[in-house]
């Protein structure tokens, strides 16, 4: 055991349905084979500590930001989160960290280490991969709720 221990992320809200996935208490995949979400707090601070890396090191990564607004407050809310939280655990590495962007709103993925491609060519290949695995277990009208968007760091890279 090193110095680092790995605690539960906390839950988000009273809603059982909105919680994190339930894990073995460590980021990452859940026992669900969904994606365990980082509470919004440390999302945001590792989202920080991320972007400062990216500007020292002018290694680019992608914030991927899947704003599933209004769905998620529904009576079918909980569902919708564990397609999504599946579909991103499908869609992602395991290297990539999810967690709340905005508290059972928005659902922000860090995507570091995207290598040297094209931008275009990977935030397409990010993009048709999480829509193909949404596309298994939500309906069209779910599917045209929920928008997807990507910021890419540092800003000032070509």
């Known amino acids: 055991m090193g110095i680092f221990t790995f605690k539960k992320p906390l839950k988000m809200s009273s809603d059982r349905g909105l919680q994190s996935a339930a894990s073995d ?3 990452g995949r859940a026992n669900d084979g969904g994606l365990t979400l980082v509470a919004e707090e440390m999302f945001r601070r590792i989202l920080s500590l991320e972007r400062k890396r990216s500007e020292r090191s002018r290694q680019r990564f992608v914030l991927m930001l899947v704003n599933a607004g209004s ?3 529904t009576e079918q809310g909980g569902t919708i989160l564990g397609a999504i939280t599946r579909s991103l655990s499908v869609a992602t590495r395991e290297t990539d960290l999810g967690g709340w962007y905005e508290k059972a709103t ?5 995507c570091t280490e995207i290598g040297s491609g094209t931008l ?3 935030l397409s290949a990010l993009h048709s991969r999480l829509s193909a695995a949404l596309r298994n277990d939500l309906n069209p009208q779910q599917m045209n709720m929920i928008k ?3 910021h890419v760091f540092p ?3 070509e």
């Open 25 to 27: 208490g460590r980021p």
């Open 71 to 73: 769905l998620l407050q």
């Open 106 to 110: 928005v659902i922000g993925i860090i």
């Open 120 to 122: 275009t060519s990977v």
């Open 148 to 150: 997807i968007t990507f």
């Open 155 to 157: 800003d000032d890279l």
